[in-house]
């Protein structure tokens, strides 16, 4: 999405707590794109932002109530007067309903990987193991997401500092559904 969006003309700063995914985006990237190694918890930028964005559910990968208002604050505080916050996550009702004790397979010849997913509803938990097989190299990931209600959501957004707000139904401007499976959330830093 960073290239993209560089591709369209937009400034653009990718930002990820692993050295390891910084340099692979970098090897793929021939754009003026800076790169930089930060926890988003501890977002601090040389200068405010008019949009800060977060795909892919990376704000999943957030396990507590104040791991999320940790990024919320910070991400405020990088955000320029009117700048806007928009970011997505799968649902509870993705984890229970679609990935919950689903595995999935696939083998390619030179590659083939298993993708094994398990949700813990007391523990709001959706954790899947993933092992990839490429020509003969076995690597093994285990990972942790946890699902969000609509209230903590916004519990951790006014406690950051955000006053506007609005969500939708993944890739439409529809209201989230209780069967959303993922939402965008976009909040507004109020000048």
């Not at 700048?83 to 997505?88: N, P, R, V």
């Not at 097989?133 to 946890?146: A, K, L, M, T, Y």
């Amino acid at each position: 999405m960073t290239r993209l969006l560089a591709r369209d003309g937009f400034l653009m700063t990718g930002i990820d707590l692993s050295k390891e995914m910084l340099q692979v985006a970098g090897m793929h990237d021939s754009s003026d794109i800076k790169y930089i190694q930060q926890d988003m918890r501890e977002l601090n930028l040389p200068e405010k932002q008019d949009v800060i964005i977060s795909i892919c559910d990376s704000m999943n990968y957030l396990l507590t109530d104040d791991d999320i208002y940790k990024t919320m604050y910070a991400v405020k505080n990088n955000l320029a007067p009117g700048g806007i916050f928009i970011f997505d996550l799968k649902t509870e009702y993705f984890f229970e309903n679609v990935l919950d004790g689903t595995t999935y397979k696939e083998d390619m010849g030179d590659f083939s990987y298993i993708w094994r997913n398990q949700y813990n509803k007391n523990e709001h938990i959706h954790k899947y193991y993933l092992k990839f097989n490429s020509d003969g190299r076995v690597i093994r990931e285990r990972h942790r997401q946890r699902a969000f209600s609509a209230g903590d959501i916004k519990t951790a957004a006014i406690r950051a500092g955000f006053k506007k707000a609005v969500a939708y139904n993944a890739f439409t401007f529809a209201k989230p559904k209780r069967k959303s499976e993922r939402i965008y959330i976009i909040l507004r830093n109020e000048i």
